[in-house]
């Protein structure tokens, strides 16, 4: 849930993350079928954003694709309901009990841990921009953090007006269906297709200058793939299209 030290301390949660880390490669090379689902939680008592931006980038390199991020609830009855006036907690009366602010973790910098969450996983979640960010990740011989490269995507596509995500975040929130307790997006959430066409082949042009020719090669596969499947999706959105299934099923021709 944190790697952060002082949170987990908070938290009675000692952790040692280098027995961690060699468990996980354990885990992954005895059982590489299996499904292993990571969690971090942001807005924890002892955190930061910078706190949380550092667990984000010792997971996301080290873990499968399935994680789960929540923003700290305060549960009726918890520990830190019973200790939220020592700990200084703030945090809503009436569910989801969502944490408001702590005394290092602000309610500015909770709102940002949450775009940055939902930014992160938002590009994460489609399998031609992670393999790109991992690409470009080891090829820059971890220079800079994951967490910088989503980040500099994120303000190429909204300084160019390809996507905003701080309006489809706002949207996120105001959305009656979406998980309330747990920032999971999945690609392409409520980008249009044409939109999710843009990202990709602006991920591409971003990533092109920062990989040798081989990888270049691959990643245009990659992104022509997904651009592709994106297209057909709008395709079979259109209603001429369900009328031309509807009259072949029934012998109708062409």
Known sequence: QSTNP?????????????????????????APEAHLTTQLIYGLPGDTLAGYR??????????PRSHTFWRLQIIPGSQFAKEAGRLGIAFERNPPYFVRSTPTFPEKDIEAAG???FTVTFLMSSSAISRIIDCIWQEDTHACSVVEIYE?????LESEGI???????????????????RLGIR???????????????KV????????????????ARIVREAIAIASWA???????????VSGLASGGGT
Do not use: H
């Open 6 to 30: 002082e949170a987990l301390r908070l938290a009675d949660r000692p952790t040692d993350l280098n027995k961690l880390e060699r468990n996980l490669r354990m885990f992954q090379k005895l």
């Open 54 to 63: 550092k667990s984000l980038d010792w997971l996301l390199p080290r873990s």
């Open 115 to 117: 775009l940055l969450t």
């Open 152 to 156: 500099e995507i994120a303000r190429c």
């Open 163 to 181: 996507f905003s995500f701080s309006a489809a975040y706002r949207r996120y929130l105001n959305d009656p269906s979406a998980d309330a307790d």
């Open 187 to 201: 690609w392409p959430y409520n980008a249009t297709v044409d939109e999710q066409v843009a990202i990709l082949r």
């Open 204 to 219: 591409y042009e971003f990533a092109k200058p920062l990989l040798p020719s081989p990888q270049r090669k691959v990643i």
């Open 234 to 244: 709008k395709i079979t959105q259109q209603p001429s299209f369900g009328k031309l």
